[in-house]
């Protein structure tokens, strides 16, 4: 199974939200990260063939998806940013009516409500209203009504957003328990709802994919690594020219600076493990931002 987007392009009058996409993908947690704007919604709209694209293709296993329509949608479930529900009704019912509108027999839709519920742990509350849920709760039941038709292909945008930390680790818990053999693609601009589920890692930037392949593929790929100096405070400020600082630590006269550079920006300073959040500040850095590769 795979679902191929060729050469894809979106504009909006002078804007170009998405710029010649080309990626092929194939089962397994896909993170679709980038900064607000960065054009992730409205590559999805077109993945889930809401949207037309202005230029490219979207392909499900060879076949044009705009073609095959309905069958595509049938094998489709999506969680948009601000998916609507009804907040008097209860989980039972809002999912049997979700169930109705895909045209889901109703013998199968019962089982299928009862297995979801329970594996988005919403099993107890199911006869509780949603107005009484909390963010966390209601985005469980997003990915609940997405999972309904039992989907090949699972698509979520910022499904995060909103949740407090314990409900992100338990959202990445249930999406890791998914069965292997979807195509997830979980957009978000926070490098921690991806870095440890995701099996590649999309990271796009102004339309444009900038790069994409596993954590450890993507931080290869950059042309710097990470060193930590333990330096005084009047001359802390000077390693600001030569790289970019990710954390510094003021203790007593002294600072730790944690800093992204090609090499050791001084003797004392010492490697440190690069990680996906190191790559992210990397790709966004502003060009503003007084950055020379050592
Ligand atoms: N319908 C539209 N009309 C005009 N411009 C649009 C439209 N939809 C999106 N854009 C623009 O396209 C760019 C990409 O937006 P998009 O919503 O796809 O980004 P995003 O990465 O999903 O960001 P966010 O997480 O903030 O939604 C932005 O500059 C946005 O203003």
Redesign the pocket.
């Known amino acids: 199974m795979e679902l191929n987007l060729l050469d894809l392009t ?1 504009e ?2 002078d ?4 710029d010649h996409i080309s990626i092929n993908l194939r089962p397994g947690i896909i993170g679709l990260l ?12 077109m993945m889930t063939s809401l949207m037309k694209p202005s230029t490219g293709k979207i392909l499900f296993n060879d076949q044009d998806i705009y073609k095959l329509n309905e069958e595509y949608r049938n094998v489709l479930g999506y969680l948009p ?1 601000d998916f609507g529900y009804y907040p008097d009704l209860n989980p039972l019912d809002y999912l049997g009516y979700i169930a109705s509108i895909k045209a889901i027999q109703p013998s199968v839709a019962k089982r299928r409500i009862k297995d979801l519920l329970q594996a988005v742990s919403l099993w107890e509350v199911r006869k509780k209203k949603i107005k009484k849920f909390s963010g966390g709760m209601i985005q469980r039941l997003g990915i609940a009504q997405a999972l309904l038709n039992d989907p090949k292909i699972l698509i979520l ?2 499904p995060t ?1 909103g949740l407090d930390p314990e409900e992100r680790y338990r959202f990445r818990q249930l999406l890791s328990s998914l069965a292997s053999d979807k195509i997830i693609l979980l ?1 978000t ?1 926070i490098v921690s709802d991806v870095e440890h589920i995701a099996d590649q890692i999309i990271l ?1 930037h102004k ?1 444009k994919i900038l790069d994409s392949g596993s954590v450890d593929e993507l931080i290869q790929n950059i042309p710097v690594r990470a060193w930590k100096i333990k330096t005084d405070l009047t001359k802390a400020s000077s390693f600001k020219l030569n790289g970019l600082i990710t954390s510094s630590n003021k203790t007593g006269d002294n600072e730790v600076i944690r800093i992204l550079c090609k090499d050791a920006p001084d003797s004392e300073a010492v490697p440190d493990e690069c990680t996906l959040e190191d790559v992210f500040l990397f790709y966004n850095r502003k060009k503003s931002e007084p950055y020379v590769i050592l």
């Open positions: 979106k909006f009058s804007i170009k939200a998405v980038g900064e607000n704007g960065a054009g992730k919604t409205t590559l999805i709209r940013q945008d910022e957003s957009s601009h796009m339309g």
